[in-house]
């Protein structure tokens, strides 16, 4: 029955704990025999000293072994329990295929056909001191035969083959999970707190399923996800900035992404970072005829005839390893059939969770990275059972006659892999990845959570804690033995009205122990009867650190961290605990070995707060990094690669828009997309001014005081084939047109004669565009390029102005309203051209036609029809750019003013709209939804929006959110407190992204040298200046003074002591130097100071280019 999300969910204690039997606690009762049995042997049997003494001697033993022991006597019997040996080692074992006919000849010799695994016997070597020491082969300790791969159905799959003896067999499946989201809406709480507790019941009996959530620093540490090849396990980060940096065509874009680099290595370092994994095991066993070992007693009795009568069968014949094989056979089909299917099934259907399951690969890499770092070598064995036409087919691939445990432990490049114990109860050794492992133990379960939200996310939260790094959660859950369950239940209940009616017999009054001992007890019947089930749960913690001294420090934090639960650091069997774990043994985690349950029980319905499920859901696999919150995992939003995206960024002045909008403006600069952006900036610098100069010519920051952009200069498609060039041609037409309309129109409100003005602008783009003059000074500045006096005479608007008139368009049948639309298209222009405005978009543009990035700062215009205007051509320019290219970017920074004009606005809501199949992609930033969504195609623009993401707002603008955008109140509330605001000690801002109706807590992390190159404050921009003057105006000495800057800045703003000083001693000291070498540039300076970046232009030494991407980031 599933529960409210309000409700309280309580954790019965009493479930599992054994009833005493009389006064004799459960636990003790098996010791107290067995000192009853001994005591009497001795005393009678041995020493005849009469039962006097047997009495004594019994009763106190028992005291001195209830006392030593407690509750539980584990603890107590765990101290005396010694790590195997003196050390383990390598005993460097072959491979035996299970299938003898695939053996060789001298294996077939040595070894029997049904010996699969080889015992090694202890290794006796002399040590430093003069002694022996034992070495314990490490292969003793693990069950794995090989991997098993399955295709059936149109299905691959992979399982581990262990070999429990006996002829028994067990097949492990790997599932990799997509957990559960860690902000969750309401209904989806219930459904899959539901679903856990209705798919948990159907926990096949006799099998266990484990489930493990590892967050890690190092992205080697985890397995990768699903390629063709395992050649190299990347650094899920590192590699692809790597491929960025040396891929683009920018020198300095290539200089900030290496900086990036330097920045996601320190946030590793610091444990910001963390890669996330999910991974569940489920098991299927067999008995010695590949079948279920769950029978009946009658059914176990036909079975053992049935094996009597085999074993006749293939004594007579002589046929052995032919069933040997057809065994095999049968084993990996019931396997699928039953084991694989149903978990499968189980898993994402029943409880609900996103599912994929491992191949052999993916469980070869999982398994090589549990001892070793980097790509696992090829995997050494593979039993592969294959459906073919003619039926199934079994067969071995070989790739090493090693033992795959023996790969994965004998390490490479000349160290072990093998780990270590070294003596130590409380820790183990990874050797092959230079880390040390402990072991954190759940005792007791929480109390219970206060909503089912957070019942689901309780492991999430701990595991997320900023101190939390490097450390796996594993929970194995099978089911109890309902019969035993309910029978302690019971004996529990009666023993607490007993005590009850003997407090009142003696008129002690009240036992409240007893009666709220019974009334759990009651309870958990309840549950029981109406159909909860009892499950087993081992909970363990690994957490792996450097050295011992990290590692106690780590535990000692992370056991303080559970609340009302209960963790203690495993210090006597650590090593043994380890071990369980590893799905290549067939052990239970936490059982097997001790005369008491460590093992917590739970019912159904509260089993799944100890379940590690929750982790945040990935948004793309690749793109612009942010870290969650909680947890640093990191979530990448991607507008090029998946995709044409579109994404709004809004956050009040000074929550880091414009730095997190100018990391996807590098985005695509790496990626070799050109960008077009538009800026509305009150002082005329814009925050992207540094940044973009940084990129010398291909770089055009556009200010309209200063340059000029030919409104009818038209794309280049020269790359495209003759369709595609005539597609994209009218798609540049008509937003031409649109443009012209605007310009013509200006503020008049005449739908009639706007109309007819549209109609006659069609007419006169054709007419210009197909004049052969016009076609061959076109053909003819592009051919020459752009500063070649044959740019100058590229076709401009006062040219199109010479086709608006009756004559030129050829109009037959003029009437009085055609009259009037060209005089409105004339003088409209015609004043425009008169116009400072005119000059900026009537005549050829000042900057070249393909920059990587163009830039309009729309600031100091006279008026707001000025701007607007202002606004349609660089949207035209964006436009031209787009249709240039494959794919472009669209940069719309505080546009507010502009959307206020329908025309404007319908621009962009068709860019938003339809830009899509042309390549662009979109981002605006604002300060609120509100001018958006209010503009009059608000709806288009926000519904085509796939990503809106929003840093720190003001408490009055939470209400805009929840009208515009439907956002809950719990969630866009944090947005609006001093959490969220950019904290500069650590260098990072808070967003909230939102894609499909989902939410993610997140903070972005810029690279410092980009962060310095868009720090827009008066104080910055002045502090920058100084230190860029000291440098030479050139593409080396720009990104030399900002590094230089960078080195300063940084500091000063994380320590927050004001930048005024920056740039003061360079200056003194620059000026100095000029005095004492007034002979010496300050290029030469440079190279002298043995600053390797190449000189401008000289661009074709890739290593010069090496030295200074390195001499820059070597901050």
Same mark, same amino acid.
């Given at each position: 029955?599933?529960?409210?999300?309000?409700?309280?969910?309580?954790?019965?204690?009493?479930?599992?704990?054994?009833?005493?039997?009389?006064?004799?606690?459960?636990?003790?009762?098996?010791?107290?025999?067995?000192?009853?049995?001994?005591?009497?042997?001795?005393?009678?049997?041995?020493?005849?000293?009469?039962?006097?003494?047997?009495?004594?001697?019994?009763?106190?033993?028992?005291?001195?072994?209830?006392?030593?022991?407690?509750?539980?006597?584990?603890?107590?019997?765990?101290?005396?329990?010694?790590?195997?040996?003196?050390?383990?080692?390598?005993?460097?074992?072959?491979?035996?295929?299970?299938?003898?006919?695939?053996?060789?000849?001298?294996?077939?010799?040595?070894?029997?056909?049904?010996?699969?695994?080889?015992?090694?016997?202890?290794?006796?070597?002399?040590?430093?001191?003069?002694?022996?020491?034992?070495?314990?082969?490490?292969?003793?300790?693990?069950?794995?035969?090989?991997?098993?791969?399955?295709?059936?159905?149109?299905?691959?799959?992979?399982?581990?083959?262990?070999?429990?003896?006996?002829?028994?067999?067990?097949?492990?499946?790997?599932?990799?999970?997509?957990?559960?989201?860690?902000?969750?809406?309401?209904?989806?709480?219930?459904?899959?707190?539901?679903?856990?507790?209705?798919?948990?019941?159907?926990?096949?009996?006799?099998?266990?399923?484990?489930?493990?959530?590892?967050?890690?620093?190092?992205?080697?540490?985890?397995?990768?996800?699903?390629?063709?090849?395992?050649?190299?396990?990347?650094?899920?980060?590192?590699?692809?900035?790597?491929?960025?940096?040396?891929?683009?065509?920018?020198?300095?874009?290539?200089?900030?992404?290496?900086?990036?680099?330097?920045?996601?290595?320190?946030?590793?370092?610091?444990?910001?970072?963390?890669?996330?994994?999910?991974?569940?095991?489920?098991?299927?066993?067999?008995?010695?005829?590949?079948?279920?070992?769950?029978?009946?007693?009658?059914?176990?009795?036909?079975?053992?005839?049935?094996?009597?009568?085999?074993?006749?069968?293939?004594?007579?014949?002589?046929?052995?390893?032919?069933?040997?094989?057809?065994?095999?056979?049968?084993?990996?089909?019931?396997?699928?059939?039953?084991?694989?299917?149903?978990?499968?099934?189980?898993?994402?259907?029943?409880?609900?969770?996103?599912?994929?399951?491992?191949?052999?690969?993916?469980?070869?890499?999982?398994?090589?990275?549990?001892?070793?770092?980097?790509?696992?070598?090829?995997?050494?064995?593979?039993?592969?059972?294959?459906?073919?036409?003619?039926?199934?087919?079994?067969?071995?691939?070989?790739?090493?006659?090693?033992?795959?445990?023996?790969?994965?432990?004998?390490?490479?490049?000349?160290?072990?892999?093998?780990?270590?114990?070294?003596?130590?109860?409380?820790?183990?050794?990874?050797?092959?990845?230079?880390?040390?492992?402990?072991? =954190?133990?759940?005792?007791?379960?929480?109390?219970?959570?206060?909503?089912?939200?957070?019942?689901?996310?309780?492991?999430?939260?701990?595991?997320?804690?900023?101190?939390?790094?490097?450390?796996?959660?594993?929970?194995?859950?099978?089911?109890?033995?309902?019969?035993?369950?309910?029978?302690?239940?019971?004996?529990?209940?009666?023993?607490?009205?007993?005590?009850?009616?003997?407090?009142?017999?003696?008129?002690?009054?009240?036992?409240?122990?007893?009666?709220?001992?019974?009334?759990?007890?009651?309870?958990?019947?309840?549950?029981?009867?109406?159909?909860?089930?009892?499950?087993?749960?081992?909970?363990?913690?690994?957490?792996?650190?450097?050295?011992?001294?990290?590692?106690?420090?780590?535990?000692?934090?992370?056991?303080?961290?559970?609340?009302?639960?209960?963790?203690?650091?495993?210090?006597?069997?650590?090593?043994?605990?380890?071990?369980?774990?590893?799905?290549?043994?067939?052990?239970?985690?936490?059982?097997?070995?001790?005369?008491?349950?460590?093992?917590?029980?739970?019912?159904?319905?509260?089993?799944?707060?100890? =379940?590690?499920?929750?982790?945040?859901?990935?948004?793309?696999?690749?793109?612009?990094?942010?870290?969650?919150?909680?947890?640093?995992?990191?979530?990448?939003?991607?507008?090029?690669?998946?995709?044409?995206?579109?994404?709004?960024?809004?956050?009040?002045?000074?929550?880091?828009?414009?730095?997190?909008?100018?990391?996807?403006?590098?985005?695509?600069?790496?990626?070799?997309?050109?960008?077009?952006?538009?800026?509305?900036?009150?002082?005329?610098?814009?925050?992207?001014?540094?940044?973009?100069?940084?990129?010398?010519?291909?770089?055009?920051?556009?200010?309209?005081?200063?340059?000029?952009?030919?409104?009818?200069?038209?794309?280049?498609?020269?790359?495209?084939?003759?369709?595609?060039?005539?597609?994209?041609?009218?798609?540049?037409?008509?937003?031409?047109?649109?443009?012209?309309?605007?310009?013509?129109?200006?503020?008049?409100?005449?739908?009639?004669?706007?109309?007819?003005?549209?109609?006659?602008?069609?007419?006169?783009?054709?007419?210009?565009?197909?004049?052969?003059?016009?076609?061959?000074?076109?053909?003819?500045?592009?051919?020459?390029?752009?500063?070649?006096?044959?740019?100058?005479?590229?076709?401009?608007?006062?040219?199109?102005?010479?086709?608006?008139?009756?004559?030129?368009?050829?109009?037959?049948?003029?009437?009085?309203?055609?009259?009037?639309?060209?005089?409105?298209?004339?003088?409209?222009?015609?004043?425009?051209?008169?116009?400072?405005?005119?000059?900026?978009?009537?005549?050829?543009?000042?900057?070249?036609?393909?920059?990587?990035?163009?830039?309009?700062?729309?600031?100091?215009?006279?008026?707001?029809?000025?701007?607007?205007?202002?606004?349609?051509?660089?949207?035209?320019?964006?436009?031209?750019?787009?249709?240039?290219?494959?794919?472009?970017?669209?940069?719309?920074?505080?546009?507010?003013?502009?959307?206020?004009?329908?025309?404007?606005?319908?621009?962009?809501?068709?860019?938003?709209?339809?830009?899509?199949?042309?390549?662009?992609?979109?981002?605006?930033?604002?300060?609120?939804?509100?001018?958006?969504?209010?503009?009059?195609?608000?709806?288009?623009?926000?519904?085509?929006?796939?990503?809106?993401?929003?840093?720190?707002?003001?408490?009055?603008?939470?209400?805009?959110?929840?009208?515009?955008?439907?956002?809950?109140?719990?969630?866009?509330?944090?947005?609006?407190?001093?959490?969220?605001?950019?904290?500069?000690?650590?260098?990072?801002?808070?967003?909230?992204?939102?894609?499909?109706?989902?939410?993610?807590?997140?903070?972005?992390?810029?690279?410092?040298?980009?962060?310095?190159?868009?720090?827009?404050?008066?104080?910055?921009?002045?502090?920058?200046?100084?230190? =860029?003057?000291?440098?030479?105006?050139?593409?080396?000495?720009?990104?030399?003074?900002?590094?230089?800057?960078?080195?300063?800045?940084?500091?000063?703003?994380?320590?927050?002591?004001?930048?005024?000083?920056?740039?003061?001693?360079?200056?003194?000291?620059?000026?100095?130097?000029?005095?004492?070498?007034?002979?010496?540039?300050?290029?030469?300076?440079?190279?002298?100071?043995?600053?390797?970046?190449?000189?401008?232009?000289?661009?074709?030494?890739?290593?010069?280019?090496?030295?200074?991407?390195?001499?820059?980031?070597?901050?």
């Amino acid at each position: 029955m599933a529960q409210d999300n309000r409700e309280f969910i309580k954790v019965n204690q009493i479930l599992g704990k054994q009833a005493s039997i009389g006064p004799i606690p459960a636990e003790q009762l098996l010791p107290w025999i067995a000192i009853i049995v001994v005591c009497y042997v001795l005393t009678n049997g041995l020493l005849s000293l009469g039962m006097g003494w047997f009495f004594a001697t019994s009763f106190w033993l028992i005291i001195s072994w209830w006392i030593l022991t407690g509750k539980q006597p584990h603890q107590f019997l765990d101290r005396w329990r010694n790590p195997p040996g003196t050390e383990w080692c390598n005993s460097n074992s072959i491979y035996i295929s299970p299938i003898p006919e695939y053996r060789p000849w001298w294996v077939r010799r040595r070894y029997a056909d049904s010996q699969v695994q080889i015992r090694f016997k202890p290794l006796i070597v002399p040590n430093q001191y003069g002694g022996k020491s034992k070495l314990m082969p490490f292969q003793n300790e693990v069950n794995i035969c090989c991997i098993a791969e399955i295709k059936k159905d149109d299905r691959e799959v992979a399982a581990l083959l262990l070999d429990k003896g006996n002829s028994q067999y067990q097949l492990v499946f790997g599932f990799r999970i997509a957990g559960l989201h860690d902000i969750l809406h309401e209904n989806e709480v219930s459904e899959f707190a539901h679903s856990i507790e209705e798919g948990l019941k159907e926990l096949p009996p006799g099998e266990k399923i484990t489930f493990c959530t590892g967050c890690y620093s190092d992205d080697t540490e985890s397995y990768p996800l699903r390629t063709d090849s395992t050649r190299g396990v990347p650094h899920k980060r590192q590699t692809p900035l790597t491929a960025l940096a040396d891929d683009c065509h920018l020198k300095p874009v290539s200089v900030l992404l290496r900086n990036e680099q330097l920045r996601v290595e320190q946030l590793k370092e610091a444990g910001s970072r963390q890669i996330w994994n999910q991974i569940a095991f489920c098991t299927w066993t067999s008995d010695d005829e590949a079948g279920s070992q769950q029978k009946d007693f009658v059914g176990g009795l036909i079975e053992k005839f049935r094996k009597f009568g085999s074993w006749a069968v293939e004594l007579i014949t002589g046929n052995k390893r032919i069933y040997q094989e057809e065994f095999f056979k049968k084993l990996l089909l019931q396997g699928f059939q039953q084991g694989f299917i149903q978990w499968e099934l189980l898993l994402n259907t029943k409880i609900g969770l996103e599912v994929t399951p491992c191949n052999a690969t993916d469980l070869w890499q999982w398994l090589w990275n549990r001892f070793n770092e980097g790509a696992a070598p090829p995997i050494p064995q593979v039993i592969t059972l294959k459906e073919t036409e003619t039926g199934l087919e079994l067969t071995e691939t070989l790739t090493t006659d090693k033992h795959i445990c023996t790969l994965l432990i004998e390490g490479q490049q000349g160290r072990s892999a093998c780990p270590e114990h070294r003596g130590d109860n409380d820790r183990v050794y990874l050797t092959g990845k230079s880390k040390v492992c402990g072991v =954190m133990v759940v005792t007791d379960p929480p109390v219970g959570w206060s909503n089912a939200q957070e019942q689901l996310k309780w492991v999430w939260k701990i595991l997320a804690y900023s101190y939390v790094h490097d450390t796996e959660a594993w929970v194995e859950i099978s089911r109890s033995n309902d019969f035993l369950i309910q029978d302690n239940l019971a004996r529990q209940a009666k023993q607490s009205k007993t005590a009850r009616t003997l407090a009142i017999t003696k008129g002690q009054g009240r036992d409240v122990g007893a009666e709220i001992k019974q009334e759990e007890s009651f309870e958990a019947q309840r549950r029981l009867y109406e159909g909860t089930k009892a499950l087993h749960c081992a909970p363990v913690f690994l957490v792996y650190r450097h050295s011992a001294q990290e590692l106690t420090h780590a535990c000692n934090l992370l056991a303080n961290s559970f609340e009302t639960a209960k963790v203690i650091r495993e210090r006597n069997i650590a090593w043994e605990i380890w071990l369980q774990t590893l799905p290549i043994t067939c052990k239970w985690l936490l059982h097997g070995g001790n005369l008491s349950e460590r093992r917590i029980t739970l019912d159904t319905r509260t089993v799944s707060g100890i =379940m590690p499920l929750t982790v945040p859901k990935d948004i793309d696999k690749q793109g612009v990094e942010f870290l969650t919150s909680r947890g640093g995992k990191p979530i990448y939003v991607d507008l090029f690669h998946q995709q044409i995206g579109r994404a709004l960024i809004t956050g009040t002045s000074g929550s880091g828009k414009s730095v997190l909008g100018w990391r996807f403006a590098l985005e695509a600069l790496a990626n070799n997309i050109p960008v077009v952006g538009m800026d509305i900036s009150a002082s005329g610098n814009s925050t992207f001014k540094t940044a973009i100069e940084l990129l010398g010519e291909q770089g055009a920051y556009y200010d309209i005081s200063s340059g000029s952009s030919n409104l009818l200069e038209p794309p280049d498609l020269r790359r495209f084939d003759k369709s595609e060039r005539e597609r994209r041609m009218e798609s540049w037409k008509d937003f031409i047109r649109k443009a012209l309309t605007a310009i013509a129109m200006g503020k008049v409100e005449n739908p009639h004669l706007a109309q007819r003005v549209d109609a006659l602008l069609v007419k006169a783009l054709d007419v210009f565009l197909k004049d052969p003059e016009i076609i061959t000074r076109y053909n003819r500045a592009f051919e020459m390029g752009w500063l070649s006096p044959e740019w100058q005479q590229i076709p401009t608007l006062p040219d199109f102005v010479k086709f608006c008139t009756r004559e030129r368009l050829n109009l037959r049948s003029f009437e009085e309203i055609d009259r009037q639309a060209l005089n409105q298209i004339q003088n409209q222009v015609s004043a425009l051209l008169a116009s400072r405005l005119g000059k900026a978009i009537a005549r050829p543009s000042t900057f070249s036609p393909l920059p990587a990035i163009k830039f309009f700062a729309l600031s100091g215009l006279s008026n707001e029809q000025d701007a607007y205007l202002m606004a349609i051509n660089a949207h035209s320019a964006c436009i031209r750019n787009a249709l240039s290219h494959p794919k472009s970017l669209f940069i719309g920074d505080e546009l507010s003013v502009l959307l206020r004009k329908d025309g404007f606005a319908q621009i962009i809501g068709e860019t938003c709209a339809t830009g899509r199949k042309e390549g662009i992609a979109v981002l605006l930033m604002s300060q609120d939804p509100d001018t958006i969504c209010e503009c009059s195609t608000g709806a288009q623009i926000m519904q085509n929006m796939t990503y809106r993401i929003t840093g720190r707002i003001t408490s009055s603008g939470i209400a805009s959110f929840q009208q515009y955008l439907g956002y809950p109140v719990n969630i866009i509330s944090q947005n609006a407190t001093e959490a969220f605001l950019p904290r500069t000690s650590d260098l990072y801002s808070c967003w909230l992204v939102e894609t499909g109706g989902r939410f993610w807590r997140t903070r972005f992390y810029p690279g410092e040298m980009m962060l310095a190159s868009v720090a827009n404050n008066q104080d910055e921009r002045e502090a920058r200046e100084r230190v =860029m003057a000291q440098y030479p105006d050139t593409a080396k000495g720009n990104l030399l003074g900002l590094r230089a800057f960078t080195d300063a800045y940084i500091p000063a703003l994380k320590e927050n002591r004001g930048f005024k000083h920056i740039g003061q001693e360079i200056h003194q000291t620059t000026a100095l130097r000029d005095w004492l070498r007034p002979t010496v540039s300050p290029a030469d300076r440079l190279n002298q100071s043995g600053a390797s970046l190449q000189e401008e232009g000289d661009r074709s030494e890739n290593n010069d280019g090496q030295q200074a991407e390195s001499s820059l980031i070597a901050s």
